[in-house]
């Protein structure tokens, strides 16, 4: 049984991903103050019966309902990461450890351990990876500039994003760019 009112989602990561988990909520009359991406504030506990039906209906999309503490930080931190790089969110002078560490209210040295024992990388890595996807996807809009790029992206410079970028796809962003047909994974296959 749902207690705490709310509800953490996994595989929620876009925008789209939201308004299906409005619908399947709407439809199943559940009723919710507010979703954001990977969360959700019901209005009221739900019981067993209606936590099971849930779990399925979110499912059949490809969503996945968490209930367990460890896979519940592991979802809030790559939700975090994936607004902060991919949509903008969270723009901060803080580093990324002070960020995650207030976000959820543990010392990152524990937050730390706890996802590379998950998911077998460091969240350094895992928002290495997040942001050379989205260096990738403004790299093939051609509409913003290396300088530009790394700038939206809060590289240090140019150069250290361009290390990155060809430490992780073995190629430069310039011969990225130069592809026909670039590769590009979705933001939820990253690790």
Known sequence: MINNKVVIIK???CPRCVDTVRDILT???ILYNSIELGRVQLVNNINAEKEQFLAEK???KGFELLNDKETKLINQIKTFIIEKVHYGKHKSNQNISA???KLTDKEYS???KTFSKVEGLTIEHYLMYQKIEK???LLSYDELNLTEIALELEYSSTAHLSNQFKKVTGMTP???KKLTDK???SIDDIK
């Open 11 to 13: 595989n929620m990561v």
């Open 135 to 137: 260096v990738k996807e």
């Open 27 to 29: 439809n199943s009359q």
């Open 110 to 112: 524990a937050i730390s």
């Open 99 to 101: 960020e995650l560490s």
């Open 183 to 185: 590769p590009r994974s």
């Open 174 to 176: 310039s011969a990225f």
């Open 58 to 60: 979110l499912s059949e």
